[in-house]
């Protein structure tokens, strides 16, 4: 076949020139050469001579550490043994003592000496005249150090670095780079590699670890890895990937947006539900005060219409008792006529006026009785209710009323305790309320920052930063500075008392005194504020804290503060107390404190028990207030406990007033009836039997004279009777008159404000849902009316008052849940509380909550979609369309250069007889994890006509689902990241054997299991030939001049044919590749025919080491003695 690069000369790229050590291995106190000459030469020697330490050399000039192996051609456990320390220090063997019974490393070069070594290589390209010098110099100094050397020019160790030309102090490096310019020199073998790979036409670091296995390799193995981590570069997935994560993140921010925004609103359509809700009672709340406030004007107009109606009630009594009293007169002149008659008649003896008279009399004494009975049947109702004699006589009528008035009195008494009960617990109930918003508001404030301030004074110092257009810690309370020492805890209490008022004064940089003064001074604070102007000056210390006792040593300033200085010296003059419990110490001590909070300054002596004073949430130290949050957390909740409890308890009173108070209403009417009299009903009945016995006497008696005189002297007696009547009738009289007169005068005193149309109408809807239409027809059905409204009104406005609490406190709570949103809420919308930092959970801020929906319904969430829909539109899409692109472009770019290496394989014969020659080739691999991979790729990249048609919110949702689940596996699983996007995974390569003179494939190979151990190693070499073509750039156009040429192989010919020998050194030839054979004597012929110069290598004594350069005609002389030693 033809050779393999026809415009390729043999002089084309950089070939070795020669190899230069010093100091290295066994190689010892004398510069050696390998020349090389460009040429392809081979090195030899007996086993132990030192050629892996050349080669060894070798590796270290080109090969990173991490990806370089030593003496390649020894087995594992020699391998270790070999370093570039071991090469440094020339190690060679180990000898035994008897007397320590250890082994001892023996070696040439010492610490004392400080030796030093050097490693030198020179290229030449003679195609376009380029050189370049390899150099790594190595010394010991208190420790190993190296420097690599890059050089355009051709040096040797002699001339540049032997004869004094090299010195500890590093003055070479200054020399050498001043005699040859552009010369690199650093101590970074990254640095080093870099450069001399730009200058070789490397593709990249893989050709430096193809170099190294080239040396050592006998058997390839599996294909499929040798290809992915040999012969493919490792492209940038991850800066790839970055691209796409950093367009990802901008988009996940709008995302994250609106589901904020739709939590948000999730969080805020109940509370404006309820703030409707709440409105309505506080409307209603309104009605009902109204009405409270209306309805004593209207029962005033009813008492008054009542009383006037009374007052003509009294009149029509007053006429009434004016017309008996004219009857009573009437009757007592009818009989007085009578009476004359009768003393008339008893001359005449006339029965028949008599009889009349008796009728006309029994007609009146009838009524009366009637009238009392009635009276006494209502009597007797009341007096069994409270367990009273019904039908009394006089003397038990008088004890009922005593009765009654006792216990109407202790009744009273008990409505009265009550009241002041009741009065105790609403403001009781009003202070905890007031406490519990204090507490509310301090909690939220301090729950907005880490200091332990009040919030009082947190609140002017914003005025004032906001005044100033400053951050609020550029004008820090001395007590955010300073704080008590974790390990000083049982003093903590003592130092906060002494250094309360410190902590609480303000410190002011003096730019900013003169507006803070004129602000100071304009308004009213509403409390205490002490600050200090904090000038520019460096504040010196003329003495520094005490004993360890020294309060100031139990306290740390925050670091990092400007006013330290000033602080400490404000300390210092101030409060440099001696911290204390023996009292001794403490009597002794100018200035001392005890844990108590016991203080002494000179003669002044003081003790601040006050219970506020010693509580820790009123504590101002310090620049965490987590103590001080969970502290007013607690008392906020015994607060809403004791509010809870005196609801309860004001409830229960006002359940129990009730009661008592109708029995109090029930015992006035029983006390209304005063007079026995009007419910006496027995005179009248003895009257009536009396009379009628007259009557049947009257009738009976013949004796009518004997009848008149009873008559007349029943007329007396009637006489007198009347007369005592009308006395009785005249004091009634007089009564009426003094009733009617007194409620003239209340009926003048009665002030009825007048109604308008409106608050009359609610005052008669509301009664009327009482069921009260019409007006009372006496003042105790009105009393009975008034009493039931406003227990109903009491009640109701209760209820709604507390219903209209409960909303509000519903409320409450779902404005501080959002405003303090759960852990979970903030860690995944970090920027919440920023949205809320102007709002309070409180119903006054309901505008601002209402404002903010609103904004978010209608604004922000429609501006956030559409940002969203434009990240997605402009810059996601195109990332994750460019990202699949990309990557699948990488499984194009690999056909590609499967392609590229295929091309030298062509023309390569693999076998002869018949002749084949080989071809890389790829297939999809079969694995579950990257088939999932591009499912979830494939899913994420949108149907672009589907989505820009449509414009589905839903597809678009469901897209940004199908990104964030990608690339979130692809960030939280590294290492499944790292397979799946590295596309060298996605395909299994092997090689197919094909005739050359059909082109029919007939053979796939996988590994090299099945293959005998020449043909392994043929199969290997072809492989690794053409990844040497593909790294090394040698078949590309535009590096061939310029690429690397040399490799070495170690042991070459190890467990070969002559036939596959000579494979591969024709096919090294073919390659155009400068190869340095190591082989042992007695493979020497199978080289001869490729070589153009031997190394040959000796060992004096196993710890020195030589090699002889020959030329081909030296090497016929010495030819003889080569194969005797072998």
């Known amino acids: 076949m033809s050779t393999l690069f026809n415009s390729d000369s043999k002089e084309s790229g950089f070939r070795l020139q020669y190899l230069e050590i010093y100091n290295w291995g066994t190689f010892h106190n004398k510069i050696y050469r390998l020349n090389t000459n460009g040429n392809t030469s081979l ?50 063997g180990k000898t035994f003592s008897e007397e320590s019974l250890q082994s001892k490393t023996e070696q040439l070069r010492h610490k004392e000496n400080n030796p030093y070594s050097v490693l030198l290589a020179y290229f030449y390209n003679a195609a376009t005249m380029h050189q370049i010098t390899l150099v790594q110099v190595r010394w010991y100094s ?52 870099a450069l001399f790979s730009n200058i070789f036409g490397l593709r990249s670091e893989k050709a430096l670890s193809l170099f190294n296995q080239t040396v050592g390799i006998k058997v390839l193995g599996d294909l499929n890895t040798f290809i992915r981590s040999q012969m493919l570069e490792e492209t940038d997935a991850e800066g790839e990937f970055l691209k796409l994560r950093e367009n990802y993140d901008s988009l996940l921010t709008s995302h994250r947006a609106i589901r904020k925004d739709e939590t948000q609103l999730k969080m805020l359509e109940p509370i404006i539900e309820n703030r409707a809700a709440w409105q309505e009672l506080q409307d209603k709340n309104r009605d009902l005060q109204l009405v409270q406030d209306i309805l004593p004007a209207w029962f005033n107009k009813q008492e008054k219409d009542l009383l006037e109606k009374e007052l003509q009630v009294l009149q029509q009594e007053q006429e009434v008792t004016a017309s008996t009293l004219a009857s009573v007169n009437d009757q007592l002149k009818t009989l007085q006529l009578r009476k004359d008659e009768l003393i008339a008649q008893k001359a005449n003896n006339s029965v028949d006026e008599q009889l009349r008279s008796i009728e006309k009399t029994i007609h009146y004494e009838q009524k009366s009785l009637e009238v009392k009975r009635n009276k006494m049947e209502e009597y007797n109702v009341l007096a069994e209710k ?16 005593a009765g009654a008035e006792q216990l109407k009195a202790a009744h009273d008494k008990q409505l009265d305790t009550l009241q002041e009960e009741a009065f105790h617990y609403k403001s009781s109930l009003a202070a905890e309320r007031t406490q519990a918003t204090r507490l509310e508001e301090e909690i939220d404030s301090y729950l907005h920052r880490k200091n332990n301030i009040p919030y009082e004074l947190i609140r002017i110092r914003q005025q004032l930063a906001d005044m100033l257009d400053i951050a609020e810690e550029d004008l820090p309370f001395a007590g955010e500075l300073i704080k008590v020492k974790d390990k000083e805890s049982h ?62 040593q139990k306290i740390d300033i925050k670091p990092g503060t400007e006013f330290k200085d000033w602080l400490m010296k404000q300390l210092l003059d101030q409060f440099d107390y001696t911290c204390t419990d023996d009292m001794a110490v403490f009597n002794r001590s100018r200035k001392a404190v005890t844990s108590k909070g016991l203080t002494r300054q000179a003669t002044r002596h ?21 103590n001080k949050l969970r502290l007013l957390k607690d008392e906020q909740d015994e607060c809403n406990k004791n509010i809870d409890s005196l609801q309860h308890s004001i409830s229960a009173l006002e359940n129990k007033r009730r009661d008592i108070a109708g029995i109090t209403s029930l015992l006035s009417a029983f006390l209304s009836l005063r007079n026995y009299s009007e419910i006496s009903w027995q005179s009248h009945a003895g009257i009536i039997e009396t009379i009628s016995r007259e009557k049947t006497q009257l009738l009976q008696t013949s004796d009518k004279y004997q009848v008149i005189c009873q008559q007349l002297d029943d007329a007396t007696a009637q006489i007198y009777g009347k007369e005592k009547e009308k006395e009785r009738i005249l004091q009634e009289k007089g009564r009426l008159d003094d009733k009617a007169a007194e409620k003239q005068r209340y009926f003048k005193l009665l002030k009825v404000n007048k109604l308008d149309d409106i608050s009359l109408q609610r005052a008669l809807d509301y009664l009327s849902d009482l069921a009260i239409t019409d007006p009372a027809q006496t003042m105790q059905e009105l009393a009975t009316q008034r009493k039931r409204a406003d227990e109903s009104l009491k009640t109701t406005l209760h209820d709604a008052m507390r219903q209209s609490a409960e909303k509000e406190s519903e409320i409450t709570r779902q404005l501080a849940t959002f405003v303090m949103p759960s852990k979970a809420i903030h860690d995944e919308y970090p920027d919440w509380l920023g949205d809320v930092s102007d709002l309070q959970p409180h119903v006054k801020y309901l505008d601002e909550f209402t404002s903010l929906y609103e904004n978010i319904k209608y604004q922000r969430l429609i501006e956030h979609k559409e940002r969203f829909r434009k990240y997605m539109d402009t810059s996601m899409l195109n990332a994750i369309t460019n990202y699949r692109a990309w990557i699948y472009g990488q499984e194009d770019l690999i056909r590609e250069v499967m392609d590229d290496l295929n091309e030298p394989l062509r ?76 596309v060298r995974n996605w395909l299994d390569f092997g090689a197919k054997e094909y005739y050359i003179a059909d082109n029919k494939a007939f053979k796939y190979y996988e590994d090299t299991a099945s293959l005998s151990g020449g043909e392994k190693a043929q199969f290997t070499y072809t492989i690794l030939g053409a990844a040497i073509a593909y790294q090394f750039g040698i078949n590309e156009s535009n590096r061939q001049h310029r690429s690397l040429r040399f490799i070495t192989v170690d042991e070459a010919f190890s467990k070969l044919d002559p036939e596959k020998s000579h494979y591969l050194m024709e096919y090294c030839g073919q390659l155009n590749l400068q190869l340095l054979v190591v082989t042992p004597l007695d493979k020497l012929n199978i080289a001869e025919p490729y070589i153009h110069a031997c190394h040959f290598v000796s060992n004096k004594n196993k710890r020195d080491s030589v090699v002889y350069n020959f030329t081909m005609e030296e090497y016929g002389e010495k030819k003889k003695e080569f194969e005797q030693l072998a």
């Open 142 to 193: 208190g420790e190993l150090k190296r420097q690599y050397i890059v050089s355009p020019h051709k040096l040797n160790i002699n001339d540049h670095f032997g004869n004094g030309k090299f010195d500890l102090k590093g003055d070479w490096k200054k020399k050498l780079r001043l005699e040859y310019p552009k010369t690199e020199i650093t101590d970074s073998f990254k640095e080093y590699a």
């Open 907 to 982: 023309n390569i014969t693999f076998n002869k007889n018949p002749d084949t020659y080989l071809q890389l080739e790829c297939r999809h691999v079969r694995d579950v994890e990257i088939r999932n991979f591009k499912d979830k790729l494939s899913s994420a990249v949108p149907d672009s006509l589907k989505y820009h048609l449509e414009k589905d919110d839903a597809y678009g949702e469901q897209l940004f689902e199908n990104i964030k689940l990608l690339i979130t596996e692809l960030q939280q699983n590294e290492a499944w990241r790292r397979k799946v996007t590295d």
């Open 606 to 626: 003081e003790k601040d028990d006050r219970p506020n004073r010693s509580q820790q949430n009123n504590y101002v130290l310090g620049w965490n207030n987590k």
């Open 491 to 552: 003093w903590e209490n003592a130092i906060e008392k002494v250094l309360h008022n410190f902590g609480l004064r303000l410190l002011v940089p003096e730019d900013y005194i003169t507006d803070i003064n004129r602000y100071i001074n304009d308004n009213n604070l509403q409390t205490r504020l002490v600050y200090h102007k904090i000038e520019e000056e460096t504040y010196t210390m003329l003495r520094m804290p005490g004993e360890k006792e020294s309060l100031l």
């Open 386 to 401: 409270f367990e009273l004699a019904p039908n009394p006589d006089e003397q038990q009528f008088h004890d009922n009323i």
């Open 43 to 92: 090195l030899t020697g007996a086993n132990g001579s030192g050629k892996t330490t050349l080669i060894d050399a070798l590796l270290t000039l080109l090969v990173p550490a991490g990806k370089r192996f030593y003496n390649q051609s020894s087995g594992t456990e020699q391998r270790k043994d070999r370093g570039e320390e071991s090469y440094f220090w020339g190690y060679y």
